[in-house]
């Protein structure tokens, strides 16, 4: 099946930091979902992008379908923002492993 | 309803004894997946409905995990004869239609004690 790494795999940043992180994929996707999974569990949508750039507030995202990589953008990082950041390729809705991210105070 | 709803959200189930999850899907949504997530984990896929048809069930870990969606709406997963290491979040997750666009539940988190 299709591979899905995700980088960094931890990330600690100051309030109001910027951030990218990253999904790579090892084969083509139908589709592309990015996920923010809250400390109670939840997990929230983020952006369905399976190919172009979208932005909603201060995060976007961007999916080169061609070159098997899709980024997220966090820009001036808040304490909320804390969490686990997944991507999952469509093809089987496959997860992968997160990026744990802690912004602190 | 407004989104997919899953229950119980906590269930504690002594070894050897079955349990049954439910999943509500948003209304209208004709596809529907079951998820595992041990802690610390990514979700991994269990099975995907579309309607009342369970087109793939290969991420199943074994003949004791059994799941139904007999009306095409709610779905249960059923664990026959828990072991510790069922124990974990199960979520559920709804689509319009297939690999699209999908809408997670709360979860169930399963302890097996």
């Known amino acids: 099946g299709i591979q899905v790494e995700q980088s960094p795999p931890d990330l600690i940043l100051q309030e109001g930091a910027n951030s990218t992180l990253r999904c790579n994929f090892s084969?083509?996707?139908?589709?592309l979902q990015w996920f923010h999974q809250n400390p109670w569990g939840q997990l929230i949508n983020l952006f369905y992008?399976?190919?172009g750039t979208k932005q909603n507030g201060r995060l976007s995202a961007t999916t080169v379908a061609t070159e098997r990589y899709s980024l997220l953008y966090i820009s001036s990082s808040q304490t909320t923002d804390s969490g686990v950041y997944f991507c999952?390729?469509?093809?089987?809705?496959?997860f992968g492993a997160g990026t744990r991210l802690t912004v602190k105070p | 309803g407004a989104g997919v709803s899953q229950s119980p959200r906590y269930k504690v189930a002594k070894r050897g004894q079955d349990v049954a999850l439910r999943c509500d899907p948003i209304?209208?949504?004709?596809?529907l997946f079951w998820y595992q997530q041990a802690l610390g984990q990514g979700p991994e896929f269990l099975t995907y409905?579309?309607?009342?048809?369970?087109?793939?069930k290969s991420g199943l870990p074994s003949d004791r995990f059994f799941a139904e969606r007999p009306e095409g709406s709610v779905s249960t997963l059923k664990i026959q004869r828990t072991q510790q290491e069922d124990s974990a979040v199960y979520l559920c997750?709804?689509?319009?239609?297939?690999?699209?666009?999908?809408?997670f539940g709360q979860g169930t988190r399963l302890t097996v004690v």
């Open positions: 084969d083509s996707v139908n589709n």
């Open positions: 997750a709804s689509s319009l239609q297939g690999w699209t666009e999908a809408f």
């Open positions: 209304s209208g949504h004709v596809s």
């Open positions: 409905f579309q309607n009342e048809a369970q087109l793939d």
């Open positions: 999952a390729v469509h093809n089987d809705m496959r």
């Open positions: 992008i399976p190919s």
